[in-house]
């Protein structure tokens, strides 16, 4: 099994997901993970997808030239490792957090540091900027050793330093 991940960037218009699909289903491949969306006015892909062919990188790329020329997109791939493809790692608490206020530079990089300095993971972060106000939402799996609560003491000083305000909740698991 060979494991690849595929980005595409450009601008937005009609056709670019049926595109990249159509490639990916002629050539036998399985869309395992994906996120697709506009930014402004640029649409984002990323894939990560599986095939049994064994077919290389280049080969790959060179199997989207037709489809970005039409759209004019910029795409890239990169083959994953077996070992790193099925690598799991450790997801503890989820946790969402909202961060909305006035915009300025600093904001993401602020909590990002913030979270890191404290080993929290974002699996997703989206931000969005209307007008004056600008919206941060991001999932964070929290590692065993961190609680909720230092977390918190935490956030509340960066909520001062930035005249923002920051929500934080825990993601209760849904069973299936």
């Given at each position: 099994m060979k494991h690849f991940v595929i980005t595409a960037v450009g601008e937005d218009r009609?056709?670019?997901?049926?595109?990249?699909?159509?490639?990916?289903?002629?050539k036998g491949?399985?869309?395992e993970d994906s996120t697709m969306t506009r930014l402004n006015n640029?649409?984002?892909?990323?894939?990560?997808v599986t095939t049994e062919e064994n077919?290389?990188?280049?080969?790959?790329k060179a199997s989207f030239r037709e489809v970005a020329r039409e759209k004019d997109l910029y795409i890239n791939v990169k083959e994953i490792p077996e070992d790193i493809f099925e690598k799991k790692h450790y997801v503890g608490d989820i946790y969402n957090i909202v961060v909305y206020g006035a915009d300025k530079p600093g904001i993401v990089y602020s909590v990002a540091k913030l979270l890191s300095d404290k080993n929290i993971n974002i699996s997703d972060l989206r931000t969005e900027k209307s007008n004056d106000l600008y919206l941060l939402i991001a999932q964070l799996e929290f590692p065993p050793d961190v609680s909720e609560d230092e977390?918190?003491?935490?956030?509340?000083k960066l909520k001062?330093?930035?005249n923002i305000d920051i929500s934080l909740e825990k993601e209760?698991?849904?069973e299936m």
């Open positions: 009609p056709g670019i997901v049926a595109g990249i699909t159509r490639v990916l289903y002629e491949f399985n869309i640029e649409f984002a892909v990323m894939l990560i077919i290389s990188e280049n080969e790959l977390l918190k003491a935490d956030i509340e001062e330093e930035l209760e698991p849904v």
